[in-house]
């Protein structure tokens, strides 16, 4: 079986290039699923209902999110609806909406958030256990999508899991990382898939914002980049129908022009 999992795709730049690149690399890889990071589809900040279903045309099966999930309200009334193909991190605490998890398609998917210059959220080592001690998801194929900026943290979870998921990979940082291996038990592991999104930017937004912000120190309202030089960075993941396990990844990216 062939998972992509998609970095952070950012605002409607972003979204083109998903739209341009993504049907024919499901066909010319051979994909059989499509994770994408979606909590910067609407406009850098959150998503909305709109925007997930039209990355779910393009060919995502499933939308992971992370610390801008909570953006648009848009969303929020959506989370609760076991039919609404979006996660958001399993270890928020649990009165917020939404789950953390979902073992409906033919792999199981978890999104966590890591807590290190993230914010204050429960442990997602702890989270993970917890999941994987009732047998959660036996039988399929296992993603993680860890959301955390700190490398450190990233492969650190990476340790934890191997053996007991087909895939963790990183996102948050929109920064895609050169480290894709197997690790020694059979998990696959990236520490960032990176972004979709304008290349002459900062992290997919203008820099004339986000660059004033360093100079100044007083922060302005980011906009996307929305054309342009783009790059859509992605990972494949090989995985072994019988085992679980993951035989292969690799990095898939692409710059195109919009
Ligand atoms: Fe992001
Ligand atoms: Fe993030």
């Known amino acids: 079986m062939r998972i992509l ?43 909305t209902v709109e925007t997930v279903y039209e990355m779910i045309e393009a060919g995502a099966d ?18 609760d609806d076991p039919q609404f193909p979006v996660l958001r991190p ?18 199981a998917v978890v999104n966590l958030i890591g807590r290190v210059w993230v914010g204050e959220f429960d442990s997602p080592f702890a989270a993970i256990d917890d999941l994987l001690a009732g047998g959660w998801g036996r039988g399929k194929p ?21 053996g007991r ?3 963790l990979a990183g996102t948050h940082t ?13 998990t696959a592991y990236v520490t960032d898939l990176g972004m979709v999104g304008g290349m002459d930017s900062v992290i997919g937004m203008h820099t004339e914002e986000a660059l ?3 100079l100044t120190g007083v922060g302005r309202r980011f906009r996307p980049v929305e ?32």
């Open 142 to 162: 296992i993603a993680v999508d860890l959301h955390a900026e700190a490398t450190s943290e990233k492969i650190a979870m990476g340790w934890h899991l191997d």
């Open 62 to 79: 499933i939308i992971t999110t992370g610390n801008h999930v909570w953006d648009k309200q848009d969303v929020l009334r959506k989370l």
């Open 174 to 186: 929109h920064v895609a990382t050169a480290d894709c291996r197997i690790l020694p038990g059979g």
């Open 90 to 107: 399993l270890n928020y605490p649990a009165a917020n909406p939404g789950r953390g998890a979902s073992s409906d398609g033919p792999v």
């Open 227 to 258: 054309s342009g030089p783009m790059r859509f960075n992605s990972v494949m993941i090989e995985i072994d129908d019988d085992s679980g396990r993951a035989v292969a990844i690799e990095r898939v990216d692409r710059e195109i022009e919009l």
């Open 5 to 47: 999992m998609v970095g952070d795709v950012v605002g409607s730049g972003g979204r083109r290039t998903v739209k341009k690149v993504l049907p024919r690399l499901r066909h010319d890889l051979d994909l059989d699923f499509v994770i994408l990071q979606g909590e910067n589809l609407a406009g850098g900040f959150g998503l």
């Open 212 to 214: 004033g912000r360093f």
């Open 165 to 167: 998921v087909a895939v």
